[in-house]
């Protein structure tokens, strides 16, 4: 009878921390989803510039490109990287924005208003500059 009382109080327990671990996972990917997303606008807001995290990769590509041997190629493939991490930044800008209008987290209406005519503003400057001026 003891070893009947243990088990369910082992079973009890796992379940416990599997509640736990669930809840915690949860409340990570909201985090990683909701706060990622609110740090990319409020950066965008702020400064107007293209995220770090976002011109990474391009970065990486057009150093990797620079370090292959010298041909008439290279400008070619350096603008095109270029131009595709313009689109790629556009779209992005996009996602953002159609977050931004239809998010419940938004405190108020003026404040989405105003959030809207920023990153409106942002992406017709990103969209106006020629692709390598963009990082």
Known sequence: MPWIFLFLLGCLAAMALVMLAAIWGMNRATHWMVGNKHHLLEGIFDTGDVPQEWSRRTAAL??????????????????????????????????????????????????????LDRLASVRREWSERKAEELP
């Open 62 to 115: 057009l150093a990797k490109a620079s370090r292959a041997a010298a041909d008439p190629r290279d400008a070619a493939r350096a603008a095109r990287i270029h131009e595709q991490a313009k689109a790629s930044y556009l779209h992005r800008l996009d996602a953002l924005i159609r977050y931004a209008r239809d998010t419940r987290i938004v405190r108020d209406e003026e404040t989405r208003r105003v959030l």
